[in-house]
């Protein structure tokens, strides 16, 4: 829950009204096993409550209850959105720093962040989870940290194991520079190139497919979202959208093959429409090289509907490498 002004006194005198017991002066227990928290922001101010209890259901109960009793002071989540895209009209993130913007600018935009962060419902929305994520790979380590800040006030358990596809140019260097710049530590593990977040929870990864020779990461942790929209942001990286657009335009061949491959990598663990409707049109592709590459692709994602693909291709396709690449592939995932 969270409030535009200081409320301390006001809390202290709603809790003694109804009798709670003062912890300190900024905590008092609600039940025998809830206690209400009240806080402000050390750096802004902002000024936020909330319920600790031992389960989920009681917490939001006793939040509702306070939240009907200082209704009209609680910033609902849609308005702290509109403050976001207010201190950045654009709602482009990355043109913040262009000519016009001022210190303060920036002040409101990290404020406003913070305060979609702080104010979040404890079930993760699309609309706020991709607002707060626009910003995640900013070129302002100012824009970036508040970002880091707003998704820890969450409590959202967003996915752990993300791929990050990187374009063919991206150089080492590059990607030694984007470490540095987002205080990845790195470390050594066999011939791979692999780092870690500071706090040891996230690993970042660099490997290339083979034969194609794409070159993508694999985070795993806590902050693997996270961390994948920073390296879009700094690196040269291919999005979902991205990748699905250059395969419906990728010629037969090798070119389509790698297309493949690439939305392979950038798609999410959990099934997704476009892609699953884009592996069915390529496998009926009239090149059996390429009814192949749909076997290998699909072995980065599993989906159900994708193995069940495999199994008609194993059955059914008129070329016996293709038959034979997808029994090859039924044995390895059985």
Not at 91 to 118: K, N
Not at 170 to 188: F, G, K
Not at 223 to 233: H, S, T
């Amino acid at each position: 829950m969270l409030y535009d002004v200081p409320l301390r006194g006001d809390f202290a005198e709603y809790a003694e009204a109804r009798r709670w017991t003062s912890l300190d002066e900024s905590s008092w227990k609600i039940t025998a096993d809830a206690t209400l928290v009240y806080s402000e922001h050390a750096t802004n101010g902002i000024c936020f409550v909330y319920v600790v209890a031992p389960d989920p259901t009681t917490a939001e109960d006793l939040a509702d209850q306070v939240d009907q009793d200082f209704q009209g002071l609680i910033r609902p989540p849609d308005e702290l959105r509109d403050r976001v895209l207010a201190a950045d009209p654009t709602g482009q993130g990355r043109d913040i720093e262009r000519p016009g913007y001022t210190d303060h600018r920036f002040s409101e935009l990290t404020t406003a962040l913070i305060m979609l962060g702080l104010g979040a419902p404890l079930e993760p929305r699309e609309e706020d989870v991709g607002t707060l994520l626009l910003y995640a790979g900013h070129e302002s380590r100012i824009v970036r940290t508040a970002t880091v800040e707003a998704l820890a006030a969450t409590g959202w358990i967003l996915e752990t194991a993300r791929r990050v596809v990187l374009r063919s140019g991206v150089s080492r260097d590059e990607i030694e520079r984007a470490a540095a710049e987002l205080d990845w530590v790195p470390r050594q593990n066999g011939e791979l190139d692999t780092w870690s977040t500071s706090d040891l929870e996230t690993s970042i990864r660099h490997v290339t497919t083979h034969p194609t020779g794409l070159p993508y990461l694999i985070v795993q942790g806590p902050d693997a979202v996270l961390i994948e929209y920073q390296a879009l942001g700094l690196l040269g990286s291919w999005s979902l959208a991205e990748a699905l657009t250059a395969l419906a335009v990728a010629p037969p061949g090798p070119d389509r093959r790698t297309a493949l491959l690439r939305v392979a990598l950038a798609a999410p663990r959990t099934p997704h429409p476009n892609v699953e409707g884009d592996f069915v049109l390529t496998a009926a592709d009239a090149d059996p090289a390429t009814r192949r590459a749909v076997v290998d692709a699909v072995g980065y994602l599993r989906w159900p509907s994708l193995l069940a693909l495999v199994e008609r291709l194993r059955t059914t396709d008129p070329d016996p490498t293709v038959r034979a690449a997808a029994a090859a592939f039924r044995r390895d995932t059985l």
